[in-house]
Every structure is written in C-alpha cells, then in structure tokens.
C-alpha cells in the first residue's frame, strides 16, 4: 500500500466481485489497490463458503447438463423475487453468465461436475472444484501475479468526497491510519448481515438470534458511508438470503455444514409446539430459502424439525446429531416444549395424513386433509421410534439492502448528482436484482458479472 | 441443547484398540464435518468414498485415511481450516492415522519401535548392513579377489560372493520382507471390516493396481495437487512416477537376471546393453532423481501441511533407495576396478538394508493404500448403506 501513490482502480472489499473487478481493471491496464478487511485466513467475504454460480446455457457445456435458457432463468428469478427485481440489469447479468466461465478458468477457477447431494443442480449451477475459497485461492494467485496491490486487515473507516467524486479512503491496518488516493472507487464491501445492531434496528430484538452463516467482516460500513453521501438504496433492511439452520450453529461464519435438510420430511413446530407453514409445499432446494423467514417470525425465533425414524438417514447428514427421545413425550421435554402440546399436534397432523406413495424424489401425493395449515407433498404419519429433533433458527447468509447501480455498476445518487467515479458490485448492490428472496448461485452470478463490469468501467474512467 | 458439536466428538472409545481416542476422536469430527459439507468431493477418492460411509468409526477412519494421497488440496479449499474454530485440517489428520497405522500393523510388533527411532532404522540400512557385508565378504573371499582388479567376466561378482550365498540371503530376506507385509496386510484387512476373501476379488485388485500405476487421485481433480503448496502441481505425481517405475524396472532387471542366470546359464556381470544393466540403468536413473524430488518437495512443503513426526521416516527411506540407486551405479562404473569387491559389498549392503528397513518404514504405504483402493473399488460396487437410525 502506496499512501503517496495515486492508483487507478480502489477495490473495497476482498470477495467474489471484488476480485473479479480488480482483475478485469487490472486487464485493462490499470493500477490496481485491493482493501480486505479481514486477514490473508479469512479472505474472500461470503465467496469462501460459496460452491457454484447459476449460469445461463442454450446446451451442455463442459460442467452443466442440458440447456438453461434466458427466458427459463429469468421466470425464476421472477418467481422468487415476487417481482422485486430489475428486469433490464437481471438479463444483462443472466445473458453474461453465460460467457463467464472461459474467463474465470484463465484466472485460477476450476470447475466440477455436480455430484452427490447436488445433482438436481446439474443443470443449472456450474460447481467449483473445492468450492468458493479454492476459487477466491486462485483468484488471489492470478491477482498477485498481474501485479494487483492485495493489502490484508485493511479497515476502510471513511471515503473521502471532494468536488463530487471520491477522493480517498481512510484505512485502518495494523493500529495505523493512512490515507489511500484512487481515481476511482469499487464499492465490494458486501452486505450488513454482520451487523447485528444494524439487523436489529429493522427486525427489532429478534435479531438478538439471528446466526449469521458468513464472514464477520460484512459490517455494512462502506454501504453506510455511501448512504450517507446520498446514494440511493434498493430492497429494503429486512430482506435477505436468510436460511433455516441448525440452532446450534455459530454465532458467525458456521458456513453449509450447519445446515438441516429433513424440514420436508417431517413437521416443523415453534416454541409452542404449533406447526406454523406447509413443509411440504415444493421441493427442499427451492424452499430452503423462505425457511429462515418464516422462523424468524416465529416467537423466540426458534423452530423445531421433528421426523420418526422412518425419514432418519434419508437427507444430507447434518453435522450436528439430533436430539433423540424413545417417545415425544420425552422429546418435548428435552426440547423444553408443552409435552401435551406436541402430543397433540402430532395426534392432529398424523391423523391429517391421507394414503398415498410416498417419493421423495417427486411432488408426490403424500399429503394431509382438512389440517392447518397442510401439508402438501412427503406427509407420513410421525409415529416410529426413536423421534428426532434438529433445532432451527435463522441464518442469514446476506443482506439485499443496497446501492442502487446502472448497468455501467455505477452508484446512483439522489437527485441525479453525478459522483462519475464510483462503482459497486457484489452483495452491495445485489438488491437491485435480488429484492427478495432467493436462487441458489445467483449471489455469485451477480457477484461475478457485477464485479467484471465495475473493474472495467473504473479502469476507462481512470483513464478517461 | 446436547453437547456434541463441530468441536467436539461423538466417540468415547476405541474399537481395536489400534488408533489412540484422540486420533479417533478427531477423525470421528472432522469427517462429521466433512460429510456435512462435501466441497471437496473432486478432489480425490477420500471423500466420495467418506459419502459412501456416513458413520466414522475405526475401521472407516483406517480405510479413509490410508486412501488419502495426502496432496492438501482439501486443506487450501477448507473454509473451516484452522484458524476458523471448527480447525478442520484433514491431511493432519490423515497423516497422523497413517502414522499410527504403519506403526501398529508391523509386524512382528516388537520392531514396530522402528517407526519412532528413523535415525536408528537408517543407521541400520545405511550403515550397519553395508558394514557387516564388508567385514563378512572380506572375510570369506579367497585373498587377493576382494581387492583384486576383474575383467568383465561371467561370475566376476560370485567369486566376491558365492552365487548360493547371495540367493539364499537375499531369498531369506525377501520371504521375511513379505511374511512381515502380509501379517500386516491380513490384519489391517480385518480390521477394515473385510473377510480374507475380498481382498482377492479380481476385479477390485485389477482397478486398484491401475489407481496406484496411474496414481490417479494425486491429481487434485486435474490440473495437479497443492503439493508443496496451494499453487496445484503435477512436481510430486512426475516424482513418485520416477521412484516407483525406477523401483519397478530394478526390480525386472534383477529378475531378467536371475532368468538368465539360473535358466540360460549366463553369469553375471552382464554387458551394458544387456536387458538386465538397461532396465537397471534407466530404473536407477529414475531411483536417483525421483527420491531427491520427493524429499526437495518435502522440504520445501508449505509448514501448515507438513507432519513433522513423518519426516524422519520419508527421509530414511528416500535415502535407502537413493542409495541403492547410487551404490548401483558406482558398481556398473567400478566393476572392473580394484574397488569392485567393496562397492560390491557395500551396494548389497544396502540392498539388504533397504530389505530390512522396507516393512518398518514408509515403504508400507504401498501396502495398506493398496488395500485402501481395494476396499474403494468394492465399495463402489456395493449399494448404498443406509446410515444411522434406519430400521
């Protein structure tokens, strides 16, 4: 880090868009600085425990089966953003997935075939070998190689404005504060999911337990200071990825492994052992992501996953074991829930559950009748010994409030002031796409194609 | 809430015995991770077949960890690698059950200190063998022919040392070599879990011989492995492919040998472009720059992925061929000299040191990650287990 030198390109943040920004300006020519906030270790924000992008293809290509097309992309992204997206940026982003992948092989990424537990993924989400950190490692080796400045533990605290364009950024770094000049800013600093107070001030103290599956780094900071030089924002502070996960997961960065798969296979109570939404509803992969929500409004913000041993060992083997009891009466009372209260929703849903053949494979006709709420698809009565319980609470992977940005990933500022040298890429800014809810991949297909554009646009402005 | 979690294990005892409750604890909580995760799936054979088990106890951690080719990829691509808490560092882990395995399958166990004492293991190959060879050949040989200058003639090396002599010895040591590799071999078998009758199914050996020859999962999914750092590399696979062929074709040059000796009647020494001194050179040649690329890249291996209480062991039997390899050459070069009678001495010496040290040593590798590609090859065949719980 040159406090004397003028660089080109200033890249905040050190994930998936960062890196793929600070490549592609550096392609271009530019004089490139990368301000990671956390250490060499702990590098790559969110993109460490990412594993593949969803990726747009008219046949098989190399890693992805069949043909996922603009259009079917695109009713998907429709579907679970409710139409909370941007419809202009959300193709571009979709169409430029499909030529990402020749690029990112050159700059260090390895790809794999999708195999166990993934394989419904095949088609439309290409796997790293390794996942998210070995991508970032080879990133990291192709920056460093192209002469990219990559400076570790470097806290942005403060942008510097002067004249209507970023000026510099304030960096703590082992104790010292120093001043950085740029001509240009890439905001990848990610989103505020890290920000338990921020959380709290849009979800009240129920974000007292929220889980945060990510890097603790993502504090929000750079998107703050943006916001306080009038950017204007997307989606809004309640939004997020936000999964359901194992409650005894860490309070940061516990990542896949604290994931629980089984909520279709069984039912899902609250504190007051009521059942509270359709487990059943669609397939686990494409209703994972609304599972955090609907926990998060639960009281207490905890839910409980209970299945018999009939569904146990047929989903992904979760690290942590399940609480066991030989009745659900000793169930409830480990779980500390109303016995009678278990007991009797139980009573209540198996004696919902119509006949049928039971697929977990395919929306099958395994379902209840006259219960509130249903249960659509996998309804088996809960009735063989051992009972087992995974306890869930919310997991937030990130934030959806962000700056909102054109499609050059400029940022736009209220009332159309110019600020012609900033840009964002990445969780920052993937609100303007993602609104709500989720896709699997898409954070980093928006990361990757964001971050390729804003490395770009800073690069010609540099130059300019 | 119970107590288990990614930090700690669900196991509180042994099975066999072999492994020590820490090792098993931690094998038991890393793969539990592992198989909750499954990143690393491309990588190599370790963890599909890790998806195959679901459950960790012994004789998986025994399977698993001695399939593992220890090429670190996993511990670059791991987003719970140390510092994170979970400290989930498979090749140490790996390597220590490795460890613990080539020591508690020797065979007999009474030499099993070997493991421990490498300086004691070289001194042995390297020093005592070739020593007792001097003193003993010395003392036999007719006097004048130990110093003596020889032509390249047939038996040249028998008058040093009698052909009988030299078969028996060397006859003796390779049958106790294999007895000692066998009992190993059967009771690591066992305790896999596996009936004597699998490790002859043919089709199995016949996939686990090509996975060794092609050492095919020490490519780290393709481009190579992060060996000796995270940068993936094809340095340490080239490397092995030299000592291991090198090995090999020594090994045919001295069977071509003693097919021409014991059928055809011809005697040694034989001419350079002979079928025997060819394979020897070309083997040596790869005996001489396989084992000092193995032990530069372990060297220079990156600190995190290294297991220090190996070294002594990799390096003794790296020497040992490397020396077999050099004691060679200076017999081919010196065989006509006044010096023949000791090089040759000292090159048996070594050779039989080499015999000596090979079951107490890092050679067993072969052995048990043999048997580990086996088992993979059955396994693979099987169908699915179904895992905890199921009734």
Known sequence: ?464 | MPTPNPQTSLVTIGETGKLTLAILQDGERVMRICNACRYCEGFCAVFPAMERRMEFGEKDLLYLANLCHDCGECYYSCQYAPPHEFAVHIPQTMAEIRRQTYREYAWPGALKGLFAHNGLALALGALIAPLLFLVYLYTVATPGVFFGAHAVADGAFYRVMPHGAMVALFSLLGIGVCVAFAAGLYRFWRDLGEPLSTLFDMRALKQAMVDAMTLRYLDGGGEGCAYPDEVPSTARRTFHHLTFYGFLLCFAATSVAAFYHNVMGWKAPYALLSVPVIFGTIGGIGLLIGPVGLLWLKIIRDPETQDRKQSGMDTTFLAMLFLTSLTGFLLLILRESSAMGAVLAIHLGIVAGLFITMPYGKFVHAIYRSAALVLNALDKRRPLKLPVGEI
């Open chain 1, 1 to 464: 880090m040159d406090t004397n030198q003028l660089y080109d390109v200033l890249i905040v943040g050190g994930g998936n868009a960062a890196l793929c920004a600070a490549i592609t300006a550096r392609q271009a020519g530019a004089s490139v600085i990368v301000l990671e906030a956390a250490p060499r270790h702990f590098r790559g924000g969110n993109s460490r425990h990412t594993r593949n992008f969803r990726c747009m293809h008219d046949a098989p290509a190399d890693v992805l089966t069949d043909a996922y097309g603009e259009n079917e992309y695109w009713e998907d992204l429709l579907k679970v953003t409710a139409g909370h997206t941007d419809e202009k940026l959300a193709r571009m982003v979709i169409r430029q997935t499909s030529e990402c992948r020749p690029w990112m092989r050159a700059h260090g990424a390895r790809f794999q075939p999708s195999l166990g537990g993934t394989l419904h993924l095949s088609r439309t989400n290409a796997f790293f070998l390794g996942g998210g950190k070995a991508l970032m490692n080879g990133y990291y080796r192709a920056a460093e190689k192209m002469g990219i400045e990559i400076e570790y533990n470097a806290e942005v605290n403060e942008l510097n404005f002067r004249d209507g364009r970023f000026h510099s950024a304030v960096v703590v770094r082992k104790g010292f504060t120093e001043v950085v000049r740029a001509k240009t800013l890439v905001a990848a600093a990610g989103g505020f999911q890290a920000n338990i107070e921020w959380l709290r001030s849009a979800w009240g103290e129920a974000a007292n337990n929220f889980l945060i599956r990510g890097t603790p780094y993502d504090n929000g900071h750079i998107l703050r200071l943006l916001m306080n030089q009038g950017a204007r924002t997307v989606s809004d502070p309640t939004q997020c990825h936000c999964v359901a996960i194992d409650a005894r997961a860490p309070r940061f960065d516990g990542g896949i492994i604290t994931r629980v798969d089984c909520v279709s296979l069984g039912i899902t109570v609250n504190q007051h052992a009521q059942r509270f939404y359709d487990e059943g509803e669609d397939f686990w992969p494409k209703r994972y992501a609304i599972w955090g929500r609907l926990v998060a409004q639960q009281p207490e913000q905890i839910a409980y996953t209970i299945i018999d041993s009939q569904a146990m060992g047929a989903f992904m083997p979760p690290v942590f074991p399940p609480i066991q009891a030989r009745s659900l009466r000793e169930l409830a009372d480990a779980l500390k829930l109303d016995p009678q209260a278990l007991e009797r929703t139980v009573a209540e849903y198996n004696a919902a559950v119509r006949p049928g053949k039971f697929d977990h494979a395919i929306l099958d006709n395994c379902s209840t009748e006259g219960l509130q709420p249903a249960k659509s698809h996998w309804a088996r009565r809960i009735e063989r010994p051992p009972y087992y319980a995974y306890p869930l609470r919310p997991g937030i992977t990130f934030t959806y409030l962000g700056v909102a940005v054109n499609e050059r990933a400029e940022v736009c500022f209220e009332e159309n002031r110019k600020l012609d040298n900033v840009f964002a890429a990445g969780e920052i800014m993937a609100g303007n796409i993602l609104g709500k809810g989720y896709l699997a991949g898409l954070g980093m297909a928006i990361g990757t194609v964001f971050g390729r554009i804003a490395g770009e646009e800073a690069a010609r402005r540099a130059h300019a």
